[in-house]
């Protein structure tokens, strides 16, 4: 049974860090090159992140129980460390910055964003927003070198 686990976790963390990869770094990008209308494109590469991080917040919740079979040592692992940090960091692109995002979107129309007087303002959020995506990816592989080295 403790293989199973062990396995299980491995397939979790794939999932999530592979997802976050595949949707950040190929579909995103893939939907701004193909459509010519941003605002479609902008609005599809949202609704794929916000699949991701409900599923990073899945992915983790497992994850983080699963780490609790360490019982007190649990705090001084970095791969549990490693896991919180990845679903804090999930939890605010999702419920602080992409609302924020949302509502300069809103405000901006019938422009496109970047076409409006919010553009700096949303430009600089979509940055902080970046660089968080870019903070959990590579924590996201440190996070499976760990999950396939111990398995």
């Not at 970047?114 to 996201?140: E, K, T, W, Y």
């Amino acid at each position: 049974m403790k293989k199973y686990h062990e396995g299980l976790s491995v397939l979790v963390t794939s999932a999530w860090v592979g997802g976050m990869w595949v949707i950040g770094y190929v579909a995103a990008p893939v939907l701004f090159q193909t459509l010519a209308d941003k605002s479609l494109a902008g609005m599809l590469a949202g609704k794929l992140f916000a699949v991701t991080a409900y599923m990073g917040m899945a992915c983790a919740a497992y994850l983080l129980i699963y780490e609790y079979k360490y019982g007190r040592e649990v705090a001084r692992r970095s791969v549990f460390w490693i896991i919180a940090i990845m679903l804090l960091l999930d939890l605010l692109g999702h419920f602080g910055l992409q609302p924020l995002l949302a509502e300069l979107k809103t405000q901006a129309l019938p422009l496109y964003v970047m076409d409006s007087p919010n553009a700096g303002r949303f430009s600089l959020l979509h940055g902080v927003a970046s660089i968080i995506f870019l903070v959990q990816s590579v924590l996201g592989a440190i996070l499976l070198l760990k999950s396939y080295i111990k398995a």
